[in-house]
């Protein structure tokens, strides 16, 4: 029975000495009794006994020792080089860090339309490799890139599973999620976890069916702002609202809205007390639309409320053009597992014009609004509104901080907070 490639190497270190300090006749010797041994050639086995404990100056202090136990890795040539991962993650932080099975249906369209308004410079060879590149490989490339954008803790408020089932209060058609115009809305308070005194509240409203969504910002959770909010979103559509879903907040279940809804034939319901799930849709998207890009800070002045409209300006486009969604189209059951289908990710705009009951009229605008529009410039707007919004907050820490504290009983300046 033949020896190990352990016991080989073994051998090797024992008689490598031996070999180097032998006489020529000796060498012979050593050399036949190493080729019994090990089934080596002669050629190869003399090259091993020579080179084994070798030591080779590359540098000013710095030497390598040929050792016998160490394998040399074979050096694959990548496919998907520095250069491919160079333009993929530029691609990658401009739609604002998908995931490979998000990100790959999108990559060719994205590549062509940052070319052409000359965001990235690639060549063919690189074009090339990136029109075949699949979503796996995709993650692995950016893992570490992903590594640097990870949270050390994360918040407890993400979207739960999904479910649908609201309490009608009057119905002029059939609430139909396979169609753009049913929407859900809900408020974001942007209290800073400090709930007392009025701050901004974000109205964020999405479409069932094609995800498309609108966003917009008020004073407070009057009846007022609320409802001259969903007029303006409602304006905005690029289809026709008609059915509207909410919680039970008084700011939607009030007679004002109520009557809007009766006299322009809007299907309105509200959710079920306390199942934040019954209006799953828009919890998804105050997570990753609201919280992601306004943060948690604390907004009640009339600056913020400003800065806040002209991020969501910004922002709606972005989100209804460039970022693409995944749809779960079954969920089965097997035992204790639970497995989920999800479609092709696509951009809400994507999906409205996949649908057949929208106006050429309403596609040819979109088409022409989608051609006219830089992601990238998207990107750094929305950037530099963020920039603005927390340079405002920390400028409203340090002016509250300075102002003197004074004591209840004696009426004296006592503190600085």
């Known amino acids: 029975m033949g020896l190990t490639m352990k016991e080989r190497k073994a051998i090797t270190r024992e008689l490598s000495e031996r070999y180097k300090k032998a006489t020529k006749k000796e060498k012979g010797v050593i050399l036949d009794e190493f080729t019994v041994l090990t089934g080596y050639n002669r050629a190869y086995a003399s090259y091993l006994l020579i080179t084994h404990g070798k030591t080779i100056k590359v540098a000013k202090g710095r030497v390598i020792k040929a050792d016998v136990k160490i394998k040399a890795k074979r050096q694959k040539k990548r496919h998907y080089d520095e250069s491919v991962k160079r333009v993929l993650t530029k691609i990658w932080t401009i739609y604002s860090y998908p995931c ?3 990100l790959k249906p999108i990559l060719g369209e994205a590549v062509a339309r940052l070319k052409g308004f000359g965001e990235i410079s690639i060549d063919r060879d690189t074009d090339e490799r990136l029109s075949k590149i699949s979503a796996s490989t995709i993650d692995r490339l950016l893992k570490e890139e992903k590594k640097k954008y990870e949270l050390k803790g994360r918040s407890h408020t993400k979207p739960g599973t999904l479910l649908k089932s609201q309490i009608p209060i009057r119905t002029f058609s059939e609430w139909d999620e396979q169609r753009p115009g049913f929407i859900e809305v809900d408020l974001v308070g942007h209290e800073g976890g400090d709930p007392r005194g009025e701050f901004i509240q974000s109205l964020c ?56 809804c009766l006299s322009n034939k809007i299907t309105f319901t509200r959710s079920r007390k306390y199942r934040k799930n019954d209006n799953c849709y828009v919890e998804q998207k105050n997570y990753s639309v609201v919280r992601k890009y306004a943060g948690y800070f604390r907004y009640d002045t009339e600056e ?49 014009l ?40 920390a400028y409203k820490k340090t002016e509250r901080s300075m102002k003197p504290v004074y004591h209840k009983r004696c009426n004296s300046c006592y503190a600085y907070v």
Not at 356 to 362: A, E, G, N, P, R
Request: charged content about 30%.
């Open 304 to 352: 913020e409320l400003q800065v806040l409209k002209e991020l969501y300006r910004y922002l709606r486009l972005y989100i209804n053009f460039f970022q693409p969604i995944m749809k779960q189209v079954s969920k089965v059951r097997v035992g204790s597992k639970v497995i989920k289908r999800y479609d092709t990710a696509k951009a809400p705009y994507q999906r409205l």
């Open 100 to 102: 490979g099975k998000r």
């Open 205 to 260: 409203a999405v479409d069932i069916y094609s995800g498309w969504t609108e966003i917009d910002a008020g004073s407070n959770k009057a009846q007022k702002w609320v409802f001259e909010a969903i007029d303006e979103m409602r304006g905005r559509l690029p289809f026709e609202l008609l059915g509207l879903d909410s919680d039970n907040g008084a700011e939607f279940i009030n007679d004002h809205l109520y009557r809007y």
């Open 354 to 393: 996949e649908f057949s009951h929208i106006s050429d009229t309403v596609k040819r605008k979109l088409e022409r609004q989608y051609e006219l529009l830089n992601p990238a410039e998207l990107h750094r707007h929305i950037v530099r509104v963020q920039e603005q919004l927390i340079e405002m907050v």
